[in-house]
């Protein structure tokens, strides 16, 4: 069975930074296109930023210049590290694999920002 398991979330002040990680199995990682994807409360959950195989990667907009995706294959994880963090950023953070057939998300992790 695939299995995502995020975490890295926390309360962090406007400004500030924090590292998320997302760590697969059930799945060769290594064979996958991973994605980050964020829900705001209240809102569906929405694209943030994608790695593909090859290690090229891809931002949403909003978070342009500001989040960096990666990847460590020898250990079936991805990252999302994350500056310059706004009160807009804040939402349950999620990663999957894209496509992501039989729909498994892990259970997020939570990212708060307040000062």
């Known amino acids: 069975q695939v299995l995502f398991v995020e975490s890295g979330g926390g309360l962090v002040q406007p400004g500030g930074s924090l590292r998320l990680s997302c760590t697969a199995s059930?799945?060769?990682?290594?064979?996958?296109?991973m994605g980050w994807y964020r829900q705001p409360p209240g809102s569906q959950r929405a694209y943030v930023a994608i790695i593909l195989i090859n290690g090229n990667t891809h931002v949403a907009d909003s978070v342009k210049g500001r989040f960096v995706i990666s990847r460590d294959n020898a250990k079936n994880t991805v990252y999302l590290q994350m500056n310059n963090l706004k009160s807009e950023d804040t939402a349950a953070y999620y990663c999957?694999?894209?496509?992501?057939?039989?729909?498994?998300w892990g259970q997020g992790t939570q990212v708060t920002v307040s000062s």
């Open positions: 999957s694999r894209v496509p992501n057939p039989g729909n498994y």
């Open positions: 059930g799945m060769l990682f290594s064979n996958e296109t």
